[in-house]
T-cell receptor
């Protein structure tokens, strides 16, 4: 059974800092990995999708990497802003055609 | 292009009642998945529909059911509501075709409160 772990559970940084969020998964047989953002009480916004054959994806200030063999992914956020404050969720998909989510990292960027 | 829409956004029900939630996927998407989000269990997969057929089901009791219509819109039903069913119910849509697994796009969710 796939298990996804996200570390740290919570993170507070001053504005302007670069930061890294970590995600690990137990079964390397994945189709892809997706990073999401969730604001309080809202739905999930897709940030980046990395196919299993890819090593990284970039979108603006965000960069996600994937090391399938070691079961790890990182989300790098450059020059953080207060508007980046949210919960970041990592999810992997496999042959079961469903997403398995981590418990998320709650990020607070202080002005 | 319009995103995934879910109705209603908020619901309050009492134990024993039943409820139906609705999801309209992004135009052209044929797969709809449902997830339950609670503070204790996080996000858990309920089921996935593609072309009106349930392709996959999570580990939830039979009180949770769903269906998909020919226009890809989906409904999920929960019967005999329990307090523990209080949650944010999220719907996700994707193209659903081909090998592998497509990018999922989520709706704003329906907040269900069971009293």
């Amino acid at each position: 059974k796939q298990e996804v772990t996200q570390i740290p559970a919570a993170l507070s940084v001053p504005e302007g800092e670069n930061l890294v969020l970590n995600c690990s998964f137990t079964d390397s047989a994945i189709y892809n990995l997706q990073w999401f953002r969730q604001d309080p009480g809202k739905g999930l916004t897709s940030l980046l999708l990395i196919q299993s054959s890819q090593r990284e994806q970039t979108s603006g200030r965000l960069n996600a990497s994937l090391d399938k063999s070691s079961g790890r992914s990182t989300l790098y956020i450059a020059a953080s802003q207060p508007g980046d404050s949210a919960t970041y969720l990592c999810a992997v998909s496999g042959s079961a055609r469903q997403l398995t989510f981590g418990s998320g990292t709650q990020l607070t960027v202080l002005p | 292009k319009a995103g995934v829409t879910q109705t209603p956004r908020y619901l309050i029900k009492t134990r024993g009642q039943q409820v139906t939630l609705s999801c309209s996927p992004i135009s052209g998407h044929r797969s709809v998945s449902w997830y339950q989000q609670t503070p204790g269990q996080g996000l858990q997969f309920l089921f996935e529909y593609f072309s009106e057929t349930q392709r996959n089901k999570g580990n939830f009791p039979g009180r949770f059911s769903g269906r998909q219509f020919s226009n890809s819109r989906s409904e999920m039903n929960v019967s005999t509501l329990e307090l523990g069913d209080s949650a944010l119910y999220l719907c996700a849509s994707s193209l659903g075709s081909g090998s592998g697994y497509n990018e999922q796009f989520f709706g704003p969710g329906t907040r269900l409160t069971v009293l």
